[in-house]
C-alpha cells in the first residue's frame, strides 16, 4: 500500500463550480500536508500547505485536514479555465515528500 | 522556476545507452532530489542528496546512480538504459526544514525522455 493515495481522476467541471479532491494517508506521523499545482508540461509548484489538523482558506482555494481520518481534502470555488492543471496532495517524510498519484482537473468554459 | 535548470529538455536515446541528466541550482539550497513521473504513479523519489558527495536511495532507485559534487549540481545517471525508464524526470531543491517546517521543495521544469 503507497503511504499516499488519491484518485488520479481525470475530472471535468463547468466554470464557476467546486473543485473537490481528496487524498487518503497512512503515515500517522505526518504533520504537514501540502498540495502542489502543475501545467501542463511544467513542474509542480506549492499551491498550499497546513499543519495538523483543520482548514486554511487562501482566496478561492480551501484546505482541509482531518488526521483522526487520515484524509485531506482541497476545495476550489468559483473554478475558472486557468485552475486547469494536475493537482497533487503531498507530505514531508523524513526531509523528503510523499506525492499522491495527482489529480488531473479540466474547467471547461 | 526558483533559479533551477535541467538539461537536456529532452533527450531520446537507445536500450542500452547511459544517460545523464543535470540539474543546477543558483539558490544553494542544502537538498536536491530526482524524481521521476508517470501516469498513475504521481512523483516517485529515486535519488536524493542532503550535501556535496551525501546521497541517499528514494522508493525507484534500481538502474540509477547520482553523484553532487559541487552544491550546485545534481547529475542523475541511467547506466544502462531501458525502456521502463522512459519518463519525465523532474528535479527539485529545497531546504528539508524551512522556516515553514514544511520541506516545502522547488521543482524544475523536467526532462522528458524516451528510451527506443
Known amino acids: 500500500q503507497k503511504e499516499v493515495e488519491q484518485d488520479p481522476g481525470p475530472l471535468s467541471v463547468p466554470e464557476g463550480a467546486i473543485v473537490s479532491l481528496n487524498c487518503t494517508y497512512s503515515n500517522s506521523a505526518f504533520q504537514y500536508f501540502m498540495w502542489y499545482r502543475q501545467y501542463s508540461r511544467k513542474g509542480p509548484e506549492l499551491l498550499m500547505y497546513?499543519?495538523?489538523?483543520g482548514n486554511k482558506e487562501d482566496g478561492r482555494f480551501t484546505a482541509q485536514v482531518d488526521k483522526s481520518s487520515k484524509y485531506i481534502s482541497l476545495f476550489i470555488r468559483d473554478s475558472q479555465p486557468s485552475d486547469s492543471a494536475t493537482y497533487l496532495c503531498?507530505?514531508?517524510?523524513?526531509?523528503?515528500?510523499?506525492f499522491g498519484a495527482g489529480t488531473t482537473v479540466t474547467v471547461r468554459a | 522556476d526558483a533559479g533551477i535548470t535541467q538539461s537536456p529538455r529532452h533527450k531520446v536515446t537507445e536500450t542500452g545507452t547511459p544517460v545523464t541528466l543535470r540539474c543546477h541550482q543558483t539558490?544553494?539550497?542544502?537538498?536536491m532530489y530526482w524524481y521521476r513521473q508517470d501516469p498513475g504513479h504521481g512523483l516517485r523519489l529515486i535519488h536524493y542528496s542532503y550535501g556535496v558527495k551525501d546521497t541517499d536511495k528514494g522508493e525507484v532507485s534500481d538502474g540509477y546512480s547520482v553523484s553532487r559534487s559541487k552544491t550546485e549540481d545534481f547529475l542523475l545517471t541511467l547506466e544502462s538504459a531501458t525502456s521502463s525508464q522512459t519518463s519525465v524526470y523532474f528535479c527539485?531543491?529545497?531546504?528539508?526544514?524551512?522556516?515553514?517546517?514544511?520541506?516545502?521543495?522547488?521543482f524544475g521544469q523536467g526532462t522528458r525522455l524516451t528510451v527506443v
Open positions: 497546513t499543519y495538523s489538523s
Open positions: 527539485a531543491i529545497g531546504e528539508g526544514t524551512g522556516g515553514r517546517g514544511s520541506t516545502e521543495a522547488f
Open positions: 503531498a507530505m514531508p517524510n523524513d526531509y523528503k515528500l510523499s
Open positions: 539558490e544553494n539550497h542544502r537538498y
